[in-house]
Structure formats: structure tokens, C-alpha cells
């Protein structure tokens, strides 16, 4: 009871010093019709606006918005229109809440509230360069207002950061520096890329607390992400200096070497890190995986990444670190050193398959496809039934050119999963490899009903199609594709190819090979199909050029030497035509078009 009385008395008050002294009801808004003239129509206007004030502590917002309309029947002020539009705001009705703050305004012009109100509409309803411009208003009303420079330079950061910038380094000037203002002002200057500016609000704040290692740590991060790499070792050193055993900060000025590419020196950091005992397994073994990442492509970081691992070794017998001790073996060519810590995490650990994938993956993406195959053929072993296992050892052969071995591993993945895209457009692309694309065609049917709009598996389905003469089909499929992406290289290079071997759409097939060569315009394939286009054209000094240009990117194979001998013939170079022949014939000895050129002496 005591606290509703309380309210009670702080309601009447605001009203009563919000009143206007105007006895008219305002129709208008509270949309009622005129009442009976009532003896006191201010204590009446109270009631309704008491009984507003309470709904709307409730939350009842609806409530509240009919009795201060009620309110305004008896007596008009910008109180009531205030609490009126506060309440409209709460319920989201923006229009309706912006209309009555403006008229609280209008009764009350200096009143600050208000216009903070007005502002908060703005804000909600996105218009911000109208909320700025209130908030602005209320600056010059009240300039020691410190919320309001918060709150506009919060409105200005994302459509106008330097403005944002101005009011915070005016808001310091009102109360001196101060943490988040700084902060925030280095913010806004960093994402300007005004990284000069940015290190000046940070060490602005190092001045305020220059012995605050979190905060130092925080702008060797700075340092570190804007590349400034030699301030942040000289700020992490000092730390080190001061705190031997900060291991945030060794492992910050490690992380900080790296990125500089002196893993040498970052080893050293960590190897002081490893040596805690506190550090859990997981950590050292993550700290080794990062290095040996690096030294699938680096191999000077590979006696590094041995030596991280070696160290680790002799605190534990954990089978992933001989995993890896095993891969770094396998790199260096050590067969007989690999095979025996492999042998320690397949008895110790036999149960683990993800270790192997995980390593067999790291391979196969650094295109390690010789490790990742000795690799992975030690794990189909244990693991016959893994999809991983198989997927990914049936790649690496794939990319081995051992066709026929892959196939039957992708077809064990796509068995073990066919929901599995990868592995269909892998089993599929090795059956069209073989011959089998009949078969070929079934597997991308599959893939396509998983995703329709693959414009890889509609390539290879129009390659199919091409290679069993179905060309009607074969230009469909590859129309399609080129509509879901025009400037796919390969498409354009194997929809041109494949129209310039039918004498068809010259023009546009240069134009199509011409797209494919702007992706990569040392392709032999592409620069074999150019010059057969320009053969087609009757062009030959230029289908020669395009041609010996593909043999010397591809070296000799039998399609481009067949090429090749063909231009030189219509070159009236028949002698030299069929001694080229003779060259791919020997490289496709079951070619019958070769064989029948070279016996007839003609194309």
C-alpha cells in the first residue's frame, strides 16, 4: 500500500507541473464526444492519468493508452501526451507515438525528456539521421546531458562513423578521457582503416592505466590484426620481461612470429609452453597439428614440427602423437620409423578412425595425394566399412590417375552413403574415366536430384552425353549449365569443343573458348580447343599456334598431335602430317582414325 500511494503522490506531482491550465477536452485525440461539464475536471483528468501511469508499470500498454485518452478529455497537457506516446511506442505503434510526442513538445518546448522520447521513436523506426538531428537539439539544450552524447554517437557509428567519432571526442571533452569512449573511438577508427588514429585512442588509454597488462595485451592484438607486427613484439616483450611466466603472452608473441613466417623462432614459445605441466594434452598436440599443417607446404618447418612433437612424446604415450610422429616419418621418408608408430595407434588405438581421416584429409587438401594414399590404405585395412576411409583413399588414387583402383573405393563410399555428393560426382566422373558412361550418367542422375542446380554435375552429365553421341541431350545439359553460371571456364571450353567437332556455331564457340582461357589461359585443353575451333574456320597458321601453344603447357598426347597432323595436311604438309600421326598413333596404338589416316595418307 505504501509504495501505491507513494507512486500516487510522484504521478500527481508530474502532473500537476505538466498541466497546461487549459480547460478544454481535446476531442481530436481521445475521440470521445463531449462530456457533462464535471465540477473538477483536473482531479478527473488525475484519476484517468493515475490510473494510466499504474497499466503502464504493468505493462498493460493498451489499458494505459485509454485512460491517459481518457485523461485528455478533462484537461490537456505535454505530460499526458508523453505518457501517451510512451505507451504507443511500447505496443510498437510508432506513427501514433511520434504524433503525440510531438505534441508534448509543442506544449512543452524546453521540456528534455521529451525530445529523448522523440528521439527513441526515431531510433526504433530506424530513421536515424532524424533521431541525430532531436538529439543534436537536446545537446544545445543541455550540454552537460552525457547519456545524450552516448546515444547519439551510438546512432552515427554504423551510417556515419566519423561523426560518431566527433561527438565521442566531444563528450571527452565535457568529462575527460575515459575507457569506453576510447575504446569505442579506436573502434571506429580501425574499422575506417584509420589505423594511425586507432593506436592513438589505444595508448591514450595505456596512459590512463600504462600498468594494466590486459589492456596492453589488448593493443598487441591491435597491432597484431593491422600487421604492425614489430610494435606488438616489442609491447609483448616487455610483458614477458615483467611476467616470465605469462603463457597468454608467450603464446600471443608465438602466434605473432608466425605470422611474421618465423616459425624457427614461435617454436621456440611454444616449446617453453609445452614444457608446463598445467597444459592439457590437447593443447600441445593442437599446437603441433598447427605446425605441421605448415609443413605439408613448407618443408623447413617439417625438423620444427618433428622436434613439437618429439617433446611431447616424452611426457606421454598418447597414440595421436605417434599418429603424427608417423606422418612427419612418412614425409621424410622414414617407411620403417612411419609404419612403427602407426603400428602403436593401431594396437593402442584400433577403435579410431577419425584420427586417420582427419590426417588422410589434411593430406588430400594440401594435394599430398601419394602420402594420403599410403596413408589411407593402412586405415581401409581396419576401418573396411568407414565412408571417410574410402572416399577419400578413392580420391587420392583418383588424383594419382590409378582410375581403375579408385573405383572400386567410390563405389564402397557411394554404397555407404548415397546421399553423399562429393562421392557420386567422384564415382561418377571415374566411370566416365573408364568408359562405363552409361553408368556414369545414372550416378550424376542421382547427385542432380540432390542438387538440381550443380553446374559441375551438369558439365560431366553433358560430357556424357557428348561421349555416347547423344547430342541432342549433350547441348541441352550444357545450355542449362551455362545458364545457371555463363562464365563457368569449363563448360564454355567442352560446350565449345564439342559444337566445333560438328562444324557448328563457330563464332559462338570461340567466343566460349575465349571466356574459358580468361580463366586460365595456360590450359592446354582450352588452348587445343581454340585451335580446333580455327581449324574448323579454315584458319590454320593460327590453329597451329593455339595448337603447338597446348603441347608445349600439356606436353604431347595423342588428341593434340592428331590435331596437329590434321592442320599440317590441310597445310599442304603431308609428309610431316603423317609423321606426327605416326607420333600420337604410338601414344593411342588402338586409334582406327590414326590408323586409317596414316594408311591412306589423307584426312
Not at 17 to 22: L, T
Not at 213 to 223: E, G, P, S, T, V
Not at 577 to 586: F, N, P, Q, S
Amino acid at each position: 500500500m505504501f509504495m501505491r500511494y507513494f507512486l500516487y503522490i510522484v504521478l500527481v506531482t508530474i502532473f500537476i507541473a505538466g498541466c497546461s491550465g487549459n480547460k478544454e477536452v481535446n476531442k481530436a485525440l481521445s475521440g470521445s464526444s463531449t462530456k457533462d461539464v464535471v465540477d473538477n475536471p483536473k482531479q478527473k483528468a488525475m484519476e484517468h492519468f493515475l490510473n494510466g501511469s499504474v497499466a503502464e508499470q504493468e505493462a498493460d500498454y493498451q489499458k494505459a493508452v485509454s485512460e491517459y485518452q481518457s485523461a485528455l478529455q478533462y484537461d490537456s497537457s505535454g505530460g499526458i501526451f508523453y505518457a501517451l506516446a510512451k505507451s504507443y511506442l511500447a505496443q510498437n505503434k510508432l506513427s501514433n507515438a511520434l504524433q503525440n510526442s510531438r505534441i508534448s513538445i509543442r506544449y512543452e518546448p524546453n521540456e528534455l525528456a521529451y525530445y529523448n522520447l522523440m528521439a527513441d521513436i526515431f531510433i526504433v523506426a530506424r530513421e536515424n539521421d532524424s533521431a541525430a538531428v532531436v538529439l543534436e537539439k537536446i545537446i544545445d539544450m543541455a550540454p552537460n546531458e552525457i547519456n545524450i552524447y552516448y546515444k547519439l554517437a551510438r546512432v552515427y557509428e554504423n551510417s556515419k562513423p566519423l561523426e560518431a567519432i566527433r561527438i565521442y571526442e566531444k563528450l571527452t571533452d565535457v568529462i575527460g578521457p575515459e575507457w569506453n569512449i576510447l575504446i569505442h573511438v579506436s573502434e571506429l577508427y580501425e574499422k575506417l582503416g584509420f589505423n594511425k588514429e586507432a593506436a592513438e585512442s589505444l595508448e591514450k588509454l595505456l596512459a590512463i592505466d600504462p600498468s594494466n597488462i590486459a589492456l596492453q595485451k589488448m593493443i598487441i592484438d591491435f597491432y597484431q590484426r593491422n600487421k604492425n607486427y614489430d610494435t606488438a613484439l616489442i609491447m609483448v616483450d616487455d610483458i614477458i620481461d615483467l611476467t616470465p611466466d605469462d603463457l597468454d603472452a608467450r603464446e600471443k608473441k608465438a602466434q605473432i612470429l608466425i605470422q611474421k613466417g618465423d616459425w624457427k623462432a614461435a617454436s621456440q614459445e611454444y616449446k617453453l609452453i609445452l614444457k608446463e605441466e598445467d597444459i592439457p594434452l590437447e593443447v600441445k598436440i593442437g599446437i603441433g597439428a598447427s605446425f605441421f599443417v605448415v609443413a605439408l607446404t613448407d618443408s623447413s618447418v617439417l625438423p620444427i614440427t618433428k622436434e613439437i612433437f618429439e617433446t611431447i612424446d616424452k611426457d606421454t604415450s598418447d597414440w595421436q602423437v605417434n599418429l603424427y610422429l608417423g606422418a612427419i616419418a612418412l614425409n621424410e621418408g622414414d617407411d620403417s620409423t612411419a609404419i612403427e608408430h602407426f603400428n602403436f595407434v593401431t594396437e593402442n588405438a584400433p577403435w579410431n578412425s577419425q584420427a586417420w581421416i582427419r590426417l588422410g584429409g589434411l593430406y588430400f587438401d594440401n594435394k599430398k595425394y601419394d602420402e594420403a594414399e599410403k596413408l589411407m590404405k593402412e586405415a581401409v585395412d581396419m576401418f573396411p566399412n568407414d565412408f571417410a576411409v574410402n572416399l577419400i583413399l578413392g580420391l587420392s588414387l583418383a588424383q594419382n590417375s590409378k582410375t581403375e583402383e579408385a573405383e572400386p573405393f567410390l563405389l564402397k563410399s557411394v554404397q555407404l552413403n548415397r546421399g553423399d555428393l562429393t562421392a557420386l560426382s567422384a564415382y561418377a566422373f571415374t566411370l566416365s574415366q573408364l568408359g562405363r558412361e552409361e553408368e556414369s550418367i545414372e550416378y550424376v542422375k542421382i547427385a542432380l536430384k540432390i542438387e538440381p542446380n550443380d553446374v559441375n554435375l551438369l558439365g560431366q552429365l553433358g560430357l556424357s552425353y557428348n561421349n555416347l553421341n547423344y547430342m541432342a541431350q549433350s547441348d541441352s545439359t550444357y545450355e542449362q549449365a551455362l545458364k545457371l553460371d555463363v562464365q563457368n571456364a569449363l563448360i564454355n571450353n567442352n560446350y565449345a569443343y564439342s559444337l566445333s567437332e560438328r562444324g557448328l556455331e563457330l563464332e559462338r564457340s570461340l567466343k566460349m573458348v575465349n571466356i574459358a582461357l580468361d580463366a586460365d589461359s595456360a590450359n592446354s585443353s582450352y588452348l587445343d580447343t581454340k585451335g580446333w575451333i580455327y581449324f574448323k574456320l579454315g584458319e590454320y597458321e593460327k590453329a597451329k599456334e593455339f595448337i603447338e601453344k597446348a603441347i608445349d603447357e600439356g606436353g604431347e598426347n595423342a588428341v593434340m598431335l592428331e590435331h596437329l597432323g590434321d592442320i599440317m595436311f590441310m597445310s599442304d604438309k603431308q609428309i610431316q602430317a603423317v609423321e606426327i600421326w605416326k607420333k600420337a598413333l604410338y601414344l593411342d596404338s588402338g586409334n582406327e582414325s590414326l590408323l586409317q589416316k596414316i594408311k591412306s595418307g589423307v584426312i
